[in-house]
Antibody, heavy 116, light 106 residues
Framework: QVQLVESGGGVVQPGRSLRLSCAAS????????LHWVRQTPDKGLEWVAV????????YYADSVKGRFIISRDNSKNTLYLQMNSLRADDTAVYFC?????????WGQGTLVTVSS | AIQMTQSPSSLSASVGDRVTITCRAG??????LAWYQQKPGKAPQLLIY???SLHKGVPSRFSGSGSGTDFTLTISSLQPEDSATYYC?????????FGQGTKLEI
């Protein structure tokens, strides 16, 4: 069955970096566009970034543009989110999601806390 | 970015009730709208895609309608397990944007 498993979350100081991973299984990873979505109690769900199946197209939310980088390794069935210059308002649960026209499968999420 | 305005923000209803949640887009998005259900501590789950298509395995009491800027999610006969928060999402153009959510209490 389709599975997406995020990892890499934790507590990090403002200004530092963190890399999230999303390990996929149960489907042809290289055929799908993938997204990162985050959630906070205050702001609800916020779309973060997307990467096409072939890595050619990438788009970012304005709030993370220039600081976050989405990438993937189709040989490892893994999606990444490199988060740099982290700020307190990046604190959230981060989900990866598969795009089959819509977000039909999601991971369980990984918590990122940015705090000194 | 296309703003998505969802209402109401919270709703209390009884088993068997019919409830409607609305989502308004800041500009026309054709039928590029999905609805998600999220329960505490869980990831969102797709209910409706392209405004009115029921995702596989979703009970038929859920339905969606609308196009352009105005959309609705209807639950025809509420069940206890429908207690959750519901979100709309426009996937017409990047950046994709979610509505603020509707917390439904049974």
């Amino acid at each position: 069955q389709v599975q997406l498993v995020e990892s890499g979350g934790g507590v990090v100081q403002p200004g530092r970096s963190l890399r999230l991973s999303c390990a996929a299984s149960g489907f042809t990873f290289s055929a799908y566009t993938l997204h990162w979505v985050r959630q906070t109690p205050d702001k609800g769900l916020e779309w973060v970034a997307v990467i096409s199946f072939d890595e050619i197209n990438k788009y970012y939310a304005d709030s993370v543009k220039g600081r976050f980088i989405i990438s993937r390794d189709n040989s490892k069935n893994t999606l990444y989110l490199q988060m740099n210059s982290l700020r307190a308002d990046d604190t959230a649960v981060y989900f990866c999601a598969r795009d089959d026209g819509d977000f039909d499968y999601w991971g369980q999420g990984t918590l990122v806390t940015v705090s000194s | 970015a296309i703003q998505m305005t969802q209402s109401p923000s919270s709703l209390s209803a009884s088993v068997g009730d019919r409830v409607t949640i609305t989502c308004r887009a800041g500009q026309g998005i054709r039928t590029n709208l999905a609805w998600y259900q999220q329960k505490p501590g869980k990831a969102p789950q797709l209910l409706i895609y392209t405004a009115s298509s029921l995702h596989k395995g979703v009970p038929s009491r859920f339905s969606g309608s609308g196009s352009g800027t105005d959309f609705t999610l209807t639950i025809s006969s509420l069940q206890p397990e429908d207690s959750a928060t519901y979100y709309c999402l426009q996937d017409y153009s990047y950046p994709y944007t979610f509505g603020q959510g509707t917390k439904l209490e049974i």
